[in-house]
């Protein structure tokens, strides 16, 4: 009985070591990974299991948007033109063969301009098999592959491939695949993998600013990504100060502590949340009093707080409207208005709403804030009316008590007459008098167009209450809108421009429902939770991704703006 016993006992401490051991290979998560680079690591992109997502982006609505046999069909003929096609197809295929996890690079430093990088994954199979794939890779990150030498480290044997400053370091380590641009950095990550680094407190885990952004991660992800801003700050400060640019535009940088953002999906959606480290700007909170100028057809809801002593800096971005923005602001300085002057003539919120009525071609775009001061606010406003062009005449008449200031743009391309409504109430502004004065109308009753819309309501519930932002985009409505402004359009550039059917064939272009079908609202909420402001969004795409779209246009049109200077 006895010996019976001792079998039971011996055989059960061996299922839970090879329960304990396969589960410590399957975890995947930031501990691996951070265990492996330094306290003070720059910047780092971490993908745990690249199969299981990809087997979970097939779950996604955008992805069974793609899925749509009309949809394919349209994209046949401009994805054959897209080159090195069938070179992606193959990369994604070897990719599932590699079946990687913990997949990492990372910024471990940046000297003398030169960032030191290394990444890493766990790969499954032979170390023979892997090989085969990632020789190929390895061949096309550096220009010439026939400097090549090996270096014998601790039992470990690192390939060196390519010639300084362009060389690739490259190591296995059991399951662990590890490259760098730095020897003496594979080295150190190759220590810790082996634990002969012993310390705890100079692996980037014990990193405060890090410690404190992956407390506002999720628990699982496809996707996370750490920036410490304070290297790339002073990197640009020192540019800048070489060119003899402003430094001014970095304030607000040097404030950060850290950035941190995950993606994951959710029930076919894509969910971010995005956390930067740094002090509370204000202790307003956000009230969403301009909701109630929603309606049934808004498609875009932002309500924002804003801080007036950092607009002055908004031209020290090298964007292209800094220039135009500064002007603004000198002619209402020079007009006696000053920071002090909006504050007490606003609330600090900020309300934006989009419309687009199905019988309308264009929509219509309102921003609007509070009014807390009349007789400033009409100070601070006819300021403004004259600072934002002073070279055209501002009509200015009173209709119910409401002061209007109206300006006619002549030969504009669309016709559109810019308005300043000003209540005791609020502040209106838009591109064209008829929103503006609509709007104002819907000001003075209550309403129930889009706080009581199922869609919003539904939406909104998705995300964490907003302190300091919020944002709501109706993605099926504002499709539906654009399909039917630019379907016609598109049609005739065809009849007149037949070489357009060389890359697209606009009559296959899908009907607007087997798009909407698989869209859905877009929401996201910031609030600032103790150390750093929190935000979190969820849509069909992710809210990252329609910033990078909106955004890199800007970006490159700043570049080029820097360098005609």
């Not at 989009?354 to 606010?377: E, F, G, L, N, Y």
């Not at 200031?405 to 064209?432: C, E, K």
């Not at 609030?527 to 402001?533: A, L, Q």
Request: charged letters at 20%; one cysteine or more; a negative charge.
């Amino acid at each position: 009985m006895k010996r019976l016993l001792f079998l039971v006992a011996g055989a059960a401490v061996a299922a839970g070591a090879v329960y304990y051991g396969i589960h410590r290979v399957e975890q995947a998560g930031p501990t691996a990974v951070t265990a492996l680079l330094p306290r003070g690591t720059v910047a780092l992109v971490h993908l745990p299991d690249l199969n299981r997502s990809r087997d979970d982006w097939h779950q996604t609505d955008i992805y069974k948007l793609y899925q749509e046999p009309a949809i394919h069909e349209f994209l046949n003929k401009p994805f054959a033109k897209v080159p090195q096609r069938d070179t992606t197809a193959k990369t994604l295929s070897e990719l599932e063969q590699l079946a990687p996890k913990d997949a990492f690079i990372a910024i471990t430093s940046i000297q003398n301009n030169n960032p030191h990088l290394v990444g890493g994954f766990r790969f499954r199979g032979s170390e023979a098999e892997t090989e085969k794939i990632v020789g190929k890779w390895r061949a096309q990150l550096v220009r010439d592959a026939s400097a090549h030498e090996n270096v014998d480290y601790e039992q470990h044997k690192i390939d060196i491939v390519g010639a300084a400053p362009n060389q690739i370091a490259t190591v296995y380590d059991g399951q662990w695949f590890f490259i760098s641009n730095d020897l003496d950095e594979l080295k150190a990550v190759l220590d810790r993998a082996d634990q002969r680094t012993k310390d705890g407190q100079t692996i980037l885990s014990a990193d405060e600013a890090f410690r404190a952004a992956m407390v506002h991660m999720p628990g699982s992800y496809v996707l996370l990504f750490y920036v410490q801003p304070h290297a790339f700050s002073e990197k640009l400060d020192a540019v800048r100060n070489a060119i003899g640019a402003s430094t001014g535009g970095t304030a607000a940088l040097n404030q950060i502590r850290s950035v941190c953002g995950a993606t994951r999906f959710d029930n076919g959606k894509m969910r971010d949340v995005l956390f930067i480290g740094m002090p509370q700007a204000g202790q307003q909170k956000l009230t969403r009093f301009s909701l109630d100028l929603g309606t049934p057809e808004t498609f875009l809801y932002l309500a924002t707080l804003i801080n007036p002593d950092r607009l002055s800096e908004i031209n020290q971005g090298g964007l292209p409207t800094g220039t135009w923005l500064q002007k603004v602001f000198d002619a209402a300085a020079r007009a006696g208005v000053t920071v002090d002057d909006w504050k007490a003539a606003f609330d600090l919120e900020l309300g934006s709403i989009a419309d687009w009525p199905q019988d309308s071609r264009w929509p219509s775009i309102i921003a609007t804030m509070r009014v807390k001061d009349s007789a400033r606010a009409n100070k601070l406003v006819a300021a403004l009316t004259h600072a934002i062009d002073e070279d055209t005449a501002w009509t200015k008449t009173e209709k119910e008590g409401v002061v209007y200031f109206y300006m006619q743009r002549s030969g504009a391309l669309f016709a559109i007459t810019p308005t300043i409504a000003l209540s005791n109430q609020m502040m209106i502004v838009g591109l064209d008098s008829g929103s503006v004065e609509t709007a104002i109308k819907r000001s003075a009753k209550s309403s129930s167009g889009l706080a009581s819309s199922p869609s919003y309501k539904t939406a909104g519930r998705t995300v964490p209450a907003p302190t300091e932002a919020f944002l709501y985009i109706d993605t099926a409505l504002l499709y539906s809108r654009l399909d039917a402004a630019l379907r016609p359009m598109l049609l005739m550039s065809a009849a007149f421009m037949p070489a357009i059917s060389d890359y697209v064939d606009v009559g296959k272009l899908p009907a607007p429902e087997i798009v909407t079908k698989h869209l859905s609202q877009i929401v996201s909420s910031q609030r600032y939770e103790g150390d750093g402001y929190v935000t979190e969004s969820v849509g069909p795409v992710s809210l990252s991704e329609v910033a990078i779209a909106l955004g890199l246009p800007a970006v490159f049109s700043g570049i080029g703006h820097e360098r005609s200077h």
